[in-house]
């Protein structure tokens, strides 16, 4: 069994930060990318940033120079420190982590629970 479970989403201030973070436990014997989506309300949920397992980095261009995405191969957490938020920022945030299981030989997307951050003054 596998569990992703997110924290640090809430109400911020345009112009403020959060960082959110995702920690994955359970049987787990290699972790590859790891990443954010989000969903606004009535719309789709899209790819905010993800990181491979190198630390390789792909951000939406909405995002770019504003959210930074690391991780800590250790202890198995994703971060996204978000900065200079806006409201249109305001969304259910969803990290994954793509898991290969131990004792299996598969490998396959898992994800949070969402957490919501709302950017309003």
């Known amino acids: 069994q596998v569990q992703l479970v997110e924290s640090g989403g809430g109400l911020v201030q345009p112009g403020g930060s959060l960082r959110l973070s995702c920690a994955a436990s359970g049987s787990i014997r290699q972790i590859n990318d790891m990443g954010w989506y989000r969903q606004a309300p009535g719309k789709q949920r899209d790819l905010v940033a993800r990181?491979?397992?190198?630390?390789?980095?792909k951000y939406a261009d909405s995002v770019k120079d504003r959210f930074t995405i690391s991780r800590d191969n250790a202890k198995n957490i994703v971060y996204l420190q978000m900065n200079s938020l806006k409201p249109d920022d305001t969304a259910v945030y969803y990290c994954?982590?793509?898991?290969?299981?131990?004792?299996?030989?598969?490998?396959?997307?898992?994800w949070g629970q969402g957490t919501q951050v709302t950017v309003s003054s």
């Open positions: 994954f982590q793509n898991i290969w299981r131990s004792g299996t030989g598969v490998n396959r997307d898992y």
């Open positions: 990181i491979s397992r190198g630390g390789i980095t």
